[in-house]
């Protein structure tokens, strides 16, 4: 990852790009078309995006296929509630920035009059919620394979703290959170692993998967190996004029061998930030060779069962995925964005699948994480049609590593879901946005429209089992007895404090 990351206090260098976090207070969860992108394999498949064309001026009703049938419900005159405000009907966390002792606190619900309001539409589907999670970078191998209480806090899939993690994503190569550099060996017809990624495989086969059957597999590399690069070295550079088949034929050897392995790899990027290059394991490719690299290895990762998608780069860089999709059509299954850079309303142009592939914490206080993390990682994401959000490092120890000791521009302060010391295993607020997001919406679900007060952040689903849930952030500065209403369905009342993060999943 560059050395731009995502504001207040993210890692600031002199090459930031900045992102302004100006955002609206009222909210309308979903948005993209109701593509489900596990019933097509490329481009091709997907249908425009009507929201791509009305973004945040007008939610109309798509087109709803698969599991979706009939029309936009209206409220009924059995459905009107009573002004008593009916307790608990499902379940209702939430989780303080500033009182430890509330965080995953299942709460009851509250009498008296609403002052915050949600209204959840789930007649109006948008687009298929892929899951959350994040990398399992060397640095995250290092301190999690002897840490099963750890793995169990990330990944376990009823863990009553556990952040229920679905996602993973597995780098091909190095990263800044790699002692040394690494990448594949490769004879032009054979891949050969080496032993970083052996043992990253090794404990997601030997731990992980047992505790979360159905984990979706992201790989990505950071670089090719250095035979194929402009200067030779797996540090920076670009990938070489005429290497692009070569790398491609890689990419997808690469793949096979870890379906070969066991591995549920569900998607794949050409490279990770391909618009940047430093002095750790990165690489730059224009547009013109993600094309060229794409084209030639698309083909032969459909057939793997594995997605290719397209970027993997900050929201500011929405133009290379347009040129992508554009020179390569049939090749990418959807769009792989970063939070370091643009609004997260760049991805509502594209007219496949898409998703936040990365973003991590620094240094900066939980209620600037919290609020910063709802409001542009999963309310105003998820309005642009992200499936899915996945952060960095899994887990970092105390001094933020282990890193690329010879690079001096790597991360130097970002920080994991976890941090992992001799003295046991803490949660940090990233754990508790995922953990929030994990509770509200299960893989399969379908994002659904909803409005809310001025101040709440916040996005719907629904899940496969009927239930309905909602993910929110309390931003007015103030507790608030929050009322969610779901049209044909409950109607209740929670308290939740200033800048909490909640949690609600119906019966």
């Avoid at 731990?207 to 990505?220: E, F, H, N, S």
Wanted: charged share 15%.
């Amino acid at each position: 990852m560059p050395v731009t990351h995502r504001p207040r206090s993210r890692r600031r260098t002199a090459f930031s790009l900045g992102l302004t976090a100006t955002v609206a207070l009222a909210t309308l969860s979903g948005g993209c078309a109701a593509t489900d992108p596990d019933s097509a394999p490329t481009f091709h498949d997907h249908p425009l995006s009507q929201h791509a064309q009305n973004h945040a001026q007008h939610h109309t009703q798509q087109h709803a296929h698969g599991r979706e049938h009939g029309h936009r419900s209206g409220r009924q005159g059995g459905d009107v509630r009573s002004p008593h405000y009916p307790v608990n009907t499902g379940t209702f966390w939430v989780s303080s920035p500033t009182d430890a002792s509330r965080r995953l606190l299942v709460e009851p619900g509250a009498a008296g009059p609403a002052t915050a309001t949600v209204s959840v539409d789930p007649g109006d589907p948008r687009q298929v919620w892929w899951g959350t999670g994040a990398a399992l970078t060397d640095a995250s191998v290092g301190l999690l394979r002897d840490h099963p209480d750890a793995l169990r806090a990330l990944y376990g899939a009823y863990a009553s703290d556990g952040a229920r993690l679905s996602m993973l994503r597995l780098p091909l190569s190095a990263t800044d959170f790699s002692p040394e550099p690494w990448a594949w060996a490769w004879d032009g017809t054979r891949p050969s692993p080496p032993s970083q990624e052996t043992a990253a495989v090794d404990l997601l086969r030997g731990q992980i998967l047992g505790l979360r059957p159905g984990l979706k597999v992201v790989t990505a590399p950071w670089t090719a190996p250095a035979t194929m690069k402009s200067n030779h070295s797996l540090r920076g550079g670009s990938l070489a004029a005429g290497a692009e088949t070569a790398y491609a034929d890689l990419l997808a050897a690469q793949n096979t061998w870890l379906k070969s392995q066991g591995v549920p790899v569900f998607a794949t990027t050409v490279g990770n930030e391909p618009e940047w290059s430093s002095d750790y394991p990165s690489m730059r490719m224009s547009d013109d060779q993600l094309v060229q690299v794409s084209r030639a290895a698309g083909p032969r990762l459909h057939t793997l069962g594995v997605r290719l998608w397209a970027l993997d780069h900050n929201w500011s860089d929405q133009a290379h995925a347009a040129a992508s999709l554009q020179g390569a059509p049939a090749a990418y299954d959807g769009v792989a964005y970063h939070c370091y850079g643009g609004r997260p309303d760049a991805m509502a142009a594209d007219q496949v699948p898409r998703m936040v592939t990365e973003c991590t914490g620094t240094t900066d206080g939980w209620a600037g994480t919290f609020a910063w993390d709802a409001r542009n990682l999963v309310a105003d994401a998820v309005t642009a049609g992200s499936s899915g959000l996945m952060m960095w490092n899994l887990a970092l120890d105390a001094a933020h590593g282990p890193v690329d000791t010879g690079s001096s521009y790597g991360c130097k302060n970002c920080r994991g879901l976890l941090t992992v010391t001799p003295e046991g295993v803490t949660r940090e607020p990233e754990f508790y946005t995922l953990a929030h997001l994990s509770r509200a919406a299960t893989p399969g679900a379908r994002v659904v429209s909803s409005t809310s007060t001025p101040g709440l952040a916040v996005a719907a689903f629904r899940n496969d089992d009927g239930s309905i849930g909602v993910f929110g952030q309390n931003a007015t500065g103030t507790e608030q007895v929050v009322r969610i209403e779901v049209q044909g369905g409950a109607t209740v009342s929670y308290q939740v404090r200033a800048g909490e993060l909640f949690t609600y999943r119906s019966r």
